[in-house]
T-cell receptor, first 115, second 115 residues
Framework: AQSVTQLGSHVSVSEGALVLLRCNYSSSVPPYLFWYVQYPNQGLQLLLKYTTGATLVKGINGFEAEFKKSETSFHLTKPSAHMSDAAEYFCTVSDRRTNAGKSTFGDGTTLTVKP | SAVISQKPSRDICQRGTSLTIQCQVD?????MFWYRQQPGQSLTLIATANQGSEATYESGFVIDKFPISRPNLTFSTLTVSNMSPEDSSIYLCSVVDRGHGDTQYFGPGTRLTVL
């Protein structure tokens, strides 16, 4: 079985500050890892993903995440927050072997950006 | 990438009635998924719908309550039957692109309110 834990259901940062959203996963096999963003009253948009290869992955809107196998983590960062980054962020894990597409979602982290 | 549309985008329904949600993809896909997002919560997988076979339901979800059709590789429907206020949620369909690291694409969702 796989699971995802997002530490901190709400994160608040000031505009221009570092954004750090934490995600830890549990999986019996190397997983596929994803971050999605959901703006208010909108659908889910893929920010970035890790499948294989380079463990530091860059996504859209200046976000990046690093896969750390030893820590079973996939934390999302952005050097400088913008007001437009305020949204709900979901970390998900997918078992690449057998359950592709059956993503397990974390509970989500609401990011607030203060002016 | 896949472009997914859903109908209706939102609906308000009376208790005891049923609603069928349609999901259309702009390309042929093998695996389609239906998720539920209850107010203020994360996404929960309802079932996997593969063309040519019966849908596979996750724990806590049953076919009588959420019948699914998958008549071809670009279309699926989810019916929410005998609705109660607890069924008020956003229902999302998604597809997986196996050729791009199992990237999952989501429809815009159907926002259902049951009175």
């Amino acid at each position: 079985a796989q699971s995802v834990t997002q530490l901190g259901s709400h994160v608040s940062v000031s505009e221009g500050a570092l954004v750090l959203l934490r995600c830890n996963y549990s999986s019996s096999v190397p997983p596929y890892l994803f971050w999605y963003v959901q703006y208010p009253n909108q659908g889910l948009q893929l920010l970035l993903k890790y499948t294989t290869g380079a463990t530091l992955v860059k996504g859209i809107n200046g976000f990046e995440a690093e896969f750390k196998k030893s820590e079973t983590s996939f934390h999302l960062t952005k050097p400088s927050a913008h007001m437009s980054d305020a949204a709900e962020y979901f970390c998900t894990v997918s078992d690449r072997r057998t359950n592709a597409g059956k993503s397990t979602f974390g509970d989500g982290t609401t990011l607030t950006v203060k002016p | 990438s896949a472009v997914i549309s859903q109908k209706p985008s939102r609906d308000i329904c009376q208790r005891g009635t049923s609603l069928t949600i349609q999901c259309q993809v702009d390309s042929q896909v093998t695996m389609m998924f239906w998720y539920r997002q209850q107010p203020g919560q994360s996404l929960t997988l309802i079932a996997t719908a593969n063309q040519g076979s019966e849908a596979t339901y996750e724990s806590g979800f049953v076919i009588d309550k959420f019948p699914i059709s998958r008549p071809n590789l670009t279309f699926s429907t989810l019916t929410v039957s005998n609705m109660s206020p607890e069924d008020s949620s956003i229902y999302l369909c998604s597809v997986v692109d196996r050729g791009h690291g199992d990237t999952q694409y989501f429809g815009p969702g159907t926002r259902l309110t049951v009175l």
